[in-house]
């Protein structure tokens, strides 16, 4: 199974500033990952797949880069509604897995 | 508007079979290449790929989990159901389906098919208790 490993576990950030984060894979998985943002409570909200593509909706300061084993979530300026947590996920092998989430907080 | 709802028993007892169920709206899984996923997080924890079910019946589990899940598909009802036996208190958690689609994109001059899961249904919380 491919292993999903995020970094840092938790982040803090005031507002305005520019945020990364970053997931590393098992093996190489092209550019199969998919990032989700989730506040409590709320089920995951998909924000980009495949590495770089951003989905519908999702505001222009969530960008994702990578290929490979390394990824990067970047928040250009961080909005008050951003604090929440994310995560990674693999869709280039079963079974899936996601990596075990970054939590961003206010500083 | 896509939307899938997960319905199930809030409590369950230790050793009994959960059965959970996703009614969705919105697309159809005899539509090709869709598929529903099941995804599940204990409180407080991270999330958790369980299962995924696609047009054709090809049917996909969490290694650590598999001998104790079977997912299955209603097409005509829009349902998808997911059964887990013997549980126990750490499965408390908050069980959740989502929509499967893909698209093709180019990447580096070739052609190819990614997978993710667009929709969410709100989650439905089962507490293993005696």
């Known amino acids: 199974d491919i292993q999903m490993t995020q970094s840092p576990s938790s982040l803090s950030a005031s507002v305005g500033d520019r945020v990364t984060f970053t997931c590393r894979a098992s093996?190489?998985?092209?550019?199969?990952l998919n990032w989700y943002q989730q506040k409590p409570g709320k089920p995951p909200k998909l924000l980009i797949y495949?590495?770089?593509s951003v989905q519908s909706g999702v505001p222009s300061r969530f960008s994702g880069s990578g290929s490979g084993t390394d990824f990067t979530l970047t928040i250009s300026s961080l909005q008050p509604e951003d604090f929440a947590t994310y995560y990674c996920q693999q869709s280039y092998g079963t079974p899936r897995s996601f990596g075990q989430g970054t939590k961003l907080e206010i500083k | 508007q896509v939307t899938l709802k997960e319905s199930g028993p809030a409590l369950v007892k230790p050793t009994q079979t959960l059965t959970l169920t996703c009614t969705f709206s919105?697309?159809?899984?005899?539509?090709?290449?869709?598929?529903v996923s099941w995804i599940r997080q204990p409180p407080g924890k991270a999330l958790e790929w369980l299962a995924r079910i696609d047009w054709d019946d090809d049917k996909f589990y969490s290694t650590s989990l598999k001998s104790r899940l079977t997912i299955s598909k209603d097409t005509p009802k829009n349902q998808v159901v997911l059964k887990m036996t013997n549980m126990d208190p750490v499965d408390t958690a908050t069980y959740y389906c989502?929509?499967?689609?893909?698209?093709?994109?180019?990447?580096?001059?070739?052609?190819?098919?990614?997978?993710?899961?667009?929709?969410w249904g709100k989650g439905t919380t089962v507490t293993v208790s005696s």
């Open positions: 919105g697309f159809s899984l005899s539509t090709s290449g869709m598929r």
């Open positions: 093996q190489s998985i092209g550019s199969y």
């Open positions: 495949a590495a770089s």
């Open positions: 989502a929509r499967v689609v893909g698209q093709q994109l180019v990447t580096e001059g070739r052609y190819y098919y990614y997978y993710y899961m667009d929709v």
